[in-house]
């Protein structure tokens, strides 16, 4: 059974919960229980090893000896000093007095650098500026065409520079043409590439010398493994980069790599990617990348998210419900109206300490059909069926598929996510869930 | 299967090489000396086995089976021989019969694995091999995927199976299957979209394209190919976990190894899931795919950066 590192830590101290004391001992079994579960999350073996000495010189100290939940205190150490660490950001964008402001997409390959392009560019048109791409990646078969293509779509504008195979001469007129038809904002998408790749790294610095970019940003991949910091250290040694765009947040990986990268190139993370849609571009948010490093959900963006998109009074309400385990089915589809409005259930459940790695949880994530199809089926079910699940039968399971012109089985199953919820939420209500929201909600 | 093994550890150390400069770290050498197994190197190993992002619970488990059997010896050849013991049942290359016809091959993985470029090598693996292959373009969501698989069509020389932007991925497959039954074509590689495996949806899209193709071709898809990135780290297994539980993979292939991430998730997918390993991708061209060798696998997971 998966076990949040808060429990495990917990475990540790409970012995000394009566007296209230802690030893160096315990502090170095509640280390070594960190460093696992660091290590596990992919940040890099050597920014481990200092910050684990960096967190243990803190926890040794009077602070913690005196402390009562001595548990909770170290936790707390530890998610401050990662807060710290990866902390400071900001995801200005700095764009210099020329125009248009050159902006360089850099990274290995399939980092996701040319939907981050068109991201990035949409994300600075709401900011009122004129923002075209282009893409200098010459290499791969069709990344052009899929900028091009992917510009169509979202409506940012493509500039196409004719004629070669040679990224810098086409970087270079891709600026002026970008400046001739009034852009203020050029994001160059530039080919994926191996840091050990000398040639064409070189490349890359050759671009950088011709257009001279406002902000060379990295685009890394939340699931890299150790070696993100040695990649990282590379493009930052040759190119000097602003900052970093970590992508494929929207899955399951801890993202260690993120606590990596700071440590090592000490340049802020200024957005993340959360979705393959061009607008799932976030503002990187530290308190939210310790939580998840440390396997704790992220309860401060599932209130942020709620209070965003939901009607704040009923959000009071379903916490309520959740607390008190009342949650019918007619909450359900309540709710579902939401998650239309918000983004999925995974994603949120996903956010609430502890959820975060409940496989169950898979089945919750639903698309807009799905969606559709769940709300016809609780809306053929009476009242009655609504407020007491347990009565739907198998009679009454063919009525309600006939009523809302679906099969049983697609019954069955709303049903059955709906039961797997339910049990979600009754852990969340227990004293333990209890306890993980309100630790989170005012942080510890 | 002949994909030329050539000089495949000559690849890697080349790779392995370049990194000289950029990733030395006196650590490394201290693993590769000869010594008995005491506390010290435990803890050496021990950083080089996480280093290659074989995981930290896992390299404790390891590490601690070395120590319980009180082995002596070499420190670094008894943790060799402990990977290819996990690793060796894994080789299995992938070989076509003659009596399946079509080899209907489907290949998946999250984002930017490598999986299109994957099959543009195999295209032309098996061409080389005098086998006729049919492509399939079902990667019908992401921008330009199509015109990526076309590309790789031309190279290897095999025609490409189509439908427009956003069609239904499942109905460009049951073109291509009918179309490969028609033309008695040996081989078909079916490339899908990139996909995360926590996304429900679109693991159930997987689910309903596996199913078109076995109702098209009866028995197939013969290979289920899940494309890796060997820089991914711990999360890997989730990958192939859950990969494996929703369609039942029947083959890894391990991308990008001409880089400097080693790729050791993959001892412990080896360890936690029986699916055979079929292929390493050493770079960007056309015959950068090779069959997986443990043996070359484990020398390469303990190659010194420089040493060549
Ligand atoms: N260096 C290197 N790059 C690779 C390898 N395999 C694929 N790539 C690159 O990884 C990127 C993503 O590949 P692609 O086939 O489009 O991935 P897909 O999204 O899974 O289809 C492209 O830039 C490829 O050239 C490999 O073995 N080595
Ligand atoms: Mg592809």
């Known amino acids: 059974m998966f076990e949040t590192l808060t429990e495990k830590l917990d475990n540790i101290f409970k012995k000394l919960r009566g007296r209230g004391r802690l030893d160096e001992e315990q502090v170095n079994e509640a280390l070594r229980e960190i460093r696992m579960a660091l290590l596990e999350a992919d940040v890099n073996f050597k920014v481990v090893k200092d910050f684990i000495e960096d967190v ?36 200005f964008i700095r764009f210099g007095n020329r125009i248009p402001a050159p902006i360089m997409l850099v990274g290995l390959q399939g980092s996701g650098k040319t939907t981050t392009a068109i991201k990035l560019a949409l994300h600075l048109a709401k900011q009122q500026k004129r923002v075209a791409v282009t893409s200098v990646d010459v290499y791969r078969p069709a990344a052009r ?46 080919a994926g590439r191996l840091h050990i790749d000398n040639d ?41 980069i602003d900052g970093v765009i970590m992508t494929k947040l929207d899955g399951d990986a801890r993202g260690g790599a993120a606590l990596s990268l700071r440590a090592v190139i000490d340049k802020p993370i200024k957005f993340v990617g959360v979705g393959e849609k061009t607008d799932a571009l976030e503002v990187f948010h530290p308190e939210r990348m310790a939580s998840r490093i440390l396997g704790m959900g992220d309860i401060v963006s599932l209130v942020e998210k709620a209070q965003a998109h939901v009607d704040e009074k009923k959000a009071r309400e379903l916490e309520q419900k959740i607390r008190k385990q009342e949650f019918t089915l007619e909450d359900y589809r ?86 797997e919820l339910r049990k979600m939420m009754k852990k969340l209500s227990t004293k333990e869930g209890k306890k993980a929201l309100k630790r989170h909600k005012f942080p510890f | 299967m002949n994909f030329l093994k050539g000089d495949l550890i000559g690849k890697f150390k080349k790779g392995l090489a370049k990194t000289r400069e950029i990733l030395f770290t006196d650590l490394d050498e201290l693993i590769f000396g000869q010594k008995e197994i005491d506390e010290k190197s435990f803890e050496e190993l021990e950083e080089a086995l996480i280093r290659a992002d074989i995981g930290p619970s896992f390299t404790e488990g390891i590490l601690k089976q070395l120590k319980d059997k009180k082995q002596t010896g070499p420190l ?53 091999q005098g086998l006729s292959v049919l492509l399939v373009a079902a990667d019908t969501f992401r921008a330009a995927a199509i015109e990526q698989l076309i590309e790789w069509g031309n190279r290897a020389k095999a025609p490409v199976i189509r439908q427009k932007a956003n069609a239904d991925p499942a109905a460009v497959v049951f073109d291509g299957l009918n179309s490969a039954l028609a033309s008695h074509t040996r081989v078909v590689l079916i490339d899908t979209a990139g996909r995360l495996h926590t996304k429900v949806n679109l693991m159930e899209e997987l689910k309903k394209i596996k199913r078109v193709i076995s109702k098209v071709v009866p028995g197939a898809p013969h290979e ?7 820089t991914t780290g711990q999360n890997g297994l989730a990958q192939a976990k859950m990969f494996h539980e929703a369609i039942g993979v029947t083959g890894i292939a391990l991308t990008k190894l001409d880089g400097t991430a080693k790729g050791g998730i993959l001892v412990r997918i080896a360890y936690e899931l029986s699916i ?33």
């Open chain 1, 56 to 91: 243990r010189k803190k926890a040794v100290g009077q602070e913690i000896l005196d402390s009562i939940a001595p548990g909770q205190q170290v936790v707390k150490i530890v998610y401050d000093r990662l807060v710290e660490l990866m902390g400071g950001t900001t995801s």
């Open chain 1, 334 to 419: 309540e709710q579902l109206l939401q998650i239309r409005k918000m983004g999925s259930l995974r994603e949120l459940l996903g956010m609430i300490p502890g959820f975060g790695r409940i496989k169950a949880m898979g089945n919750l994530d639903l698309d807009e059909r799905e969606l559709v199809k769940i709300t016809a089926i609780i809306d053929s079910m009476t009242r009655k069926e609504r407020l007491n699940y347990h009565i739907i039968d198998g009679e009454r399971r063919r009525r309600i598929a006939k009523g809302s012109g679906t099969t049983v089985q697609d019954v069955n199953r709303v049903l059955r996510s709906y039961e």
């Open chain 2, 76 to 128: 670094s050849e008894l943790i060799k021989i402990r990977m290819k013991e996990i690793l060796s049942p894994r080789e299995c290359p992938l070989i076509i019969p003659d009596h399946i016809v079509p080899f209907v091959v489907m290949v998946v993985g999250v984002n930017g694995t490598g999986k299109t470029t994957t099959i543009g090598k195999l295209a032309y693996g098996f061409k080389e």
């Open chain 2, 224 to 230: 289920v190919l899940l494309v890796m990135d060997a």
């Open chain 1, 200 to 240: 064409m790294m070189e490349e890359l610095k050759r671009i950088k010398d011709a257009i001279h970019p406002a902000e060379i940003l990295f685009v890394a991949d939340a699931m890299t493994g150790q070696e993100a910091v040695n990649v990282a250290a590379r493009f930052d040694e040759l190119l000097a």
């Open chain 1, 145 to 190: 065409e899929q900028l091009i293509q992917l510009g169509r779509s979202s409506g940012v504008y493509v500039v196409e520079v004719e004629g070669g195979q040679d990224p810098v001469g086409m970087s270079e007129r891709a600026v002026f043409e970008a400046r001739r038809r009034g852009y203020e904002v050029l994001i160059l998408d530039t």
């Open chain 2, 276 to 308: 055979p390993i079929r292929f390493i991708g050493v770079g960007e061209d056309i015959d950068d795919l090779k069959p997986f060798s443990a043996e070359d696998f484990v020398e390469a997971l303990f190659t010194k950066p420089g040493e060549s």
